[in-house]
């Protein structure tokens, strides 16, 4: 008994139709993608007109301090952020005055967490301008 093998004519869609090997171009196109993301995340960063100045974790959370020099007094904004950084919300803000004093301070920006009480210290120089407690 003679195998029978099917054949397409030419006037069939499959025919005609181009085949696409894998290796033409599909890793260009995803490293294309890839750096067109990277570079558009530097750009937003780049333009933002916050300026990181301090990170911490506090549990499973990262948190991110940044500065907003366009205000007088500069403002502190704390952010939620996911664990690469990238994807964050803003859920506090404070103005530079000592907690203690009410006196206007500067220095460097720092957060510190305090694990005892599960917050966020923000302190400028020594002086501690705000504590965040993140919700459970």
């Avoid at 007109?49 to 403002?75: C, E, I, K, M, W």
């Avoid at 957060?111 to 993140?134: E, M």
């Amino acid at each position: 008994m003679p195998l029978i093998t099917p054949t397409l004519s030419t006037d069939h869609p499959l025919a005609t139709r181009p085949r696409l090997n894998r290796r033409d171009g599909a890793s260009w196109v995803i490293a294309a993608c890839v750096a067109l993301v990277l570079s558009g995340a530097t750009f937003v960063t780049s333009r933002s007109p916050y300026q990181p100045v301090a990170r911490a974790t506090v549990g499973a959370h990262a948190y991110q301090l940044a500065a907003d020099h366009a205000n007088a007094p500069a403002l502190y904004l704390l952010f939620a952020c996911d664990t690469s950084g990238l994807l964050c919300r803003q859920v506090a803000a404070y103005a530079p005055f000592d907690l203690a004093s009410g006196q206007h301070v500067a220095g460097l920006a720092t957060l510190t967490p305090d694990t005892t009480h599960r917050a966020l210290i923000l302190r400028l120089g020594t002086s501690i301008i705000g504590i965040y407690h993140p919700s459970a």
